[in-house]
């Protein structure tokens, strides 16, 4: 069969009604995300996980996690889409990649061009969102292909690679991110060991015999997180939103972002694909970019459409790239695929190079649901600009104790256990603290997902080199990793030194 007839057979899991309603709850709830000021993708998809679960239970193994896929991912790509209405409408981003969408957007909403702003960035982010799936499906077979000569060496070097790169990017404070990737893999060896049978880190508590559930800690971590910083920082909302009127952009403001739109989805696709790089990297070299070709950089900072256009289609474009390494590899490139990455498992799927295999019905039937959700999103955006404007609205005082009940009710329908309900709330209460403090939560959820596979692949390939540590060293492909993510570490460090800013990735 070839990748097209994979394809098709996608479609035709895609199709199926309740694939589509799920990709189509998934979309809006992901724009709801993106609206919201604070409630990125990360605690969206986390959140959803259980609930997701729930709904998918009486289905067979591999349609539930088919339709799981289907939602989870139709909510972070949504919310890239969403998080340019409050940008655009409030001047603030309602995640971290649409910060730079404030710099013009905000200035044309000010000057009466709300709608046109908003426009553009939902033609953009939908013309990214084709241009990133062509790429995956292109891409995604000749890759898993290769990924499947891998070792055991080459498997742990590549995995440290992805660990690497998001430590390199992520944060402010190298030290502070190094802190949390090490917790993250601390925390992911607590449980019975599965190579020995020893119990490790558990004090005799039968409960931690499994391990810590990663889907309490995600959940703990970002939704609880929030809820915290919101009540005990006391947020209240700011800024008075811009008036819509015209949606429909005019023929000028398509012509000056067509070009943008196009370098954007290429630029925003080929960092996507990077792991650790992510959407927040990919919108400021767009902008970058775009006030480089520009013939009148001038005008970016006070209302140029082309500075919403070229950012808004790189953050969409990189979503869709993130996927590449996720499914082909098995290596999460940020913190929302690590969570994705996280749900496929309790699905027993296991992404990477026989995911294509294995599981050609979750593979296949998740991208074509994202050609689907794609096209559902540009008719959603278009005509609902208004609506989601208001949900901007939405007082803290409703929204909060509907996170906290989510958030409850799914962890405990998984896990079943109160100890889990306990370790929500402390992990909510951590996140908050730690995000206070500038410690970036993505590289200890990534760790917390890679450590189990770093570690089984670096005891296999000890086993078959007989404990010879140079095998990570003498194989070319482990090697080459191996200084990719050195030198993914020492590079912004020696930035640094010289004084230089790094631009850097907290989260997406």
């Known amino acids: ?60 193994v591999e349609a539930a996690a088919a339709s799981s896929i289907i939602l989870l991912a139709g909510v972070y790509y949504g919310a890239m889409y969403g998080g340019s209405t409050t ?35 939902a033609i953009g982010s939908f013309f990214a969102g084709i241009v990133s799936l062509i790429g995956l499906v292109l891409l995604a077979e000749p890759l898993s292909r290769v990924a499947l000569k891998f070792g055991p060496a080459e498997y742990f070097a590549l995995m440290l690679l992805g660990l690497c790169a998001v430590s390199g990017l992520a944060g402010k404070s190298m030290t502070k991110t190094l802190i949390m990737t090490v917790s993250g893999l601390l925390l992911a060896t607590i449980g019975i060991d599965g190579v020995s049978g020893i119990a490790r880190f558990t004090y005799d508590l039968p409960i931690l015999y499994s391990g810590l559930e990663f889907l309490t800690i995600a959940v703990g971590l970002f939704a609880l997180g929030e809820v915290f910083k919101t009540i005990l920082e006391r947020d209240k909302e700011s800024g008075a939103i811009a008036k819509i009127d015209r949606i429909v952009p005019t023929k000028q403001d398509l012509k000056d ?82 969570i994705l990455m996280g749900a496929l498992i309790m699905y027993n799927v296991q992404p990477g190079p026989l995911l294509f295999n294995d599981h050609p019905e979750v593979a296949w039937g998740l991208i074509a649901s994202m050609f689907i959700g794609n096209l559902m999103l540009l008719v959603l955006n278009m005509p609902l600009v208004k609506v989601f404007a208001k949900i901007i609205q939405t007082p803290k005082k409703y929204l909060l104790p509907i996170i906290v009940a989510i958030s409850f009710f799914g962890v405990y ?7 889990d309900l306990y370790l929500l709330l402390a992990c909510g209460l951590l996140g908050y603290l730690l995000a206070k403090n500038d410690y970036p939560l993505a590289p200890l959820v990534l760790a917390l997902v890679l450590g189990p596979m770093i570690e089984n692949n670096m005891r296999r390939a000890l086993t078959i080199s007989n404990g010879d540590f140079s095998i990570f060293l003498t194989r070319p492909l482990s090697l080459t990793f191996i200084i990719i993510a050195l030198a993914w570490l020492l590079i912004p460090l020696l930035m640094k030194f010289k004084g230089r800013t790094v631009v850097v990735n907290e989260e997406d």
């Open 1 to 60: 069969m070839g990748t097209l007839d994979f394809l098709l057979n996608g479609f035709a899991v895609a199709f199926q009604w309740q694939n589509i309603l799920f990709a189509f709850v998934g979309v809006v709830i992901g724009t709801a995300v993106g609206v919201l000021p604070g409630i990125g993708p990360m605690s969206g998809v986390a959140l959803l996980i259980p609930i997701t679960s729930t709904l998918t239970s009486g289905m067979p």
């Open 87 to 121: 940008s655009i409408l409030l001047n603030t981003p309602g995640e971290s990649s649409s910060v730079v969408t404030t710099l013009d957007g905000y200035q044309m909403a000010r000057q009466g061009r709300a709608g046109a702003a908003l426009s553009i960035a």
């Open 257 to 338: 972002s067509a070009v943008p739109i196009v370098r954007g989805s290429l630029l925003g696709f080929f960092i996507g694909v990077l792991p650790g790089a992510g959407a927040t990297l990919a919108s400021f070299f767009s902008y970058i970019a775009e006030k480089k070709f520009s013939k009148h950089p001038e005008k970016f900072g006070k209302g140029a459409i082309e500075g919403v256009a070229g950012p808004e289609s790189a953050n969409n474009a990189a979503s869709g790239g993130a996927l590449i390494p996720l499914l082909t590899l098995g290596i999460p490139g940020s913190g929302t695929t690590a």
């Open 413 to 419: 329908a998984v896990q079943y256990t109160t100890f």
